[in-house]
């Protein structure tokens, strides 16, 4: 149902945490996990290799480039949805979460991609962090909803592979912001 890819680039101090989380919590649903990692230096791979059911690793010398991380989890994934989060990403209640998703999907067959609010741990929060994620999500949710430009962070979002194969996933070209351009461009379908 779920095929959850994880693009990494040094990630030694979050990637099993990560990754337990997911294996521990969600039972609700079948997924597979898989990291595609952009050529880290650190133990990453090593890290992550026990827990994930794939690992793909850049070996070519280009600059790291999340788009075509993210990209490369997509061309090996098997199931009909897929999770781009990123590494460190926390998700409360995890088996609700996602089984509210995959309703929302087969409740609406116009639906091809979700995002969420991005926040920041509770616990760790500053009220900077609250205002201004508050701010991009206001911002986010606007564009999306009223304008219909298609926002979202690459912190999360979950989308049907159909429609991601469709558009040709994301733009490589891009350095940076690949996920709102991807989201602009979905927002069309």
């Not at 050529?39 to 600059?63: E, F, G, H, M, N």
Request: glycine share 6%; hydrophobic share 45%.
């Amino acid at each position: 149902m779920l095929s959850i890819i994880i693009p990494t680039y040094n990630e030694e101090k979050e990637i099993e945490v990560t990754l337990q989380r997911l294996r521990q919590h969600l039972t609700a649903l079948p997924f597979e996990v898989i990291v595609s990692d952009d050529a880290s230096t650190d133990c990453t791979v090593a890290r992550a290799r026990p827990i994930a059911d794939q690992i793909l690793v850049r070996t070519d010398l280009a600059k790291p480039n999340i788009a075509a991380t993210r990209n490369r989890g997509a061309r090996v994934a098997r199931y009909p949805y897929l999770v781009f989060i990123d590494c460190g990403v926390s998700i409360p209640d995890v088996n609700s979460f996602f089984t509210k998703i995959i309703c929302a999907f087969e409740h609406d067959p116009k639906l091809v991609g979700l995002a969420v609010n991005v926040r920041v741990e509770p616990s760790l929060a500053t009220r900077a962090d609250n205002f201004s994620f508050g701010l991009i999500n206001l911002w986010f949710r606007f564009c999306t909803n009223v304008l219909g430009m298609g926002l979202a962070s690459g912190k999360f979002q979950i989308i049907k592979a159909s429609a991601f194969h469709q558009q040709g996933g994301f733009n490589e070209a891009f350095f940076a912001g690949e996920d709102i351009e991807f989201f602009k461009r979905l927002s069309r379908v």
